[in-house]
């Protein structure tokens, strides 16, 4: 058995946890990720037939039965994975009959998946019906985009429109737009059931001033797409309070997603 430390995607968590640590969006055990594995690619670390203990879901997450996932722990803090990577993550494998998870390595002090792990599997099975590549959901809590989101209306429409409008590339990084959904209580299965509703549509998710979540096949691609929300975020909220004197305009926009031949939410333009 090779070291599982070792493993290309702990190695992925780890980085992907820190730099988003780095980037402030991750405040003490704000965010969680999860992340499918393939069982070829945790047979070299593992034995999959060894069950450490199992834990209940509180949901039938029977869609992803069988298939692993590495997750981020409950409590956790982005800041403390690369330290602790055994402590801070766990991998598990949904039960057969979709009830419980099995914890195959990690969560080393007696600990569990995040409160958010729900809201993850509902997403990815939502994911996995439209993109059967998705492996990865994010969420997070970056800082621009929250701020928006007390400056802006919690609207589908306007909020895509006014992202698309603040970085040339943001119609083709994230052509389907944003869902949002109003605030709603966190940790729970009726958050999960409707962040999974907008995942049918929409890869990213914002959560009213709470954060953000965001579906990929990668950690890179899903990464970027919340980076590119939150640029425009950025961006939203530097000018907010200026006089707007340029802005790239809808027609422009059109051209943008024809040159790049993205599938656009042509109903979030105005033209
Ligand atoms: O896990 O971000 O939404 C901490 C959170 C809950
Ligand atoms: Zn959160």
Known sequence: MKNILTAPFIEEMKRTTANMYRLGWDERNGGNISYLIEESEAEPYLDLSRVIRTIPLGFDASPVSGKLFLVTGTGKYFKNVEHDPEGNLGL????????????????????KFTSEFPAHLMSHIARLAVDPENRVVMHTHPTYTLAMNYIYELDEKKMTHT????????????????????????????????????????????????????????????????????KAAQIYVLTAHLPR?????????????????????????NL
């Open 92 to 111: 598990v494998r949904v039960s057969a009959d979709g009830q419980s998870a099995e914890l195959l390595w990690g969560f080393s002090d007696g600990g």
């Open 163 to 230: 992202l698309w409008e603040m970085c040339t590339e943001c119609i083709v990084v994230f052509p389907d737009g944003v869902g949002v959904l109003p605030w709603m209580l966190c940790g729970t299965n009726e958050i999960g059931e409707a962040t999974a509703e907008k995942m049918k549509e929409f890869r990213v998710v914002i959560w009213g001033m709470h954060g953000v979540y965001g579906a990929g096949k990668t950690m890179d691609e899903t990464f970027g797409l919340i980076e590119t929300v939150e």
């Open 245 to 269: 004197i340029n802005t790239i305009q809808d027609d422009q926009l059109k051209t943008l997603a024809e040159a790049f031949g993205v599938n656009y939410r042509k109903d979030f333009l």
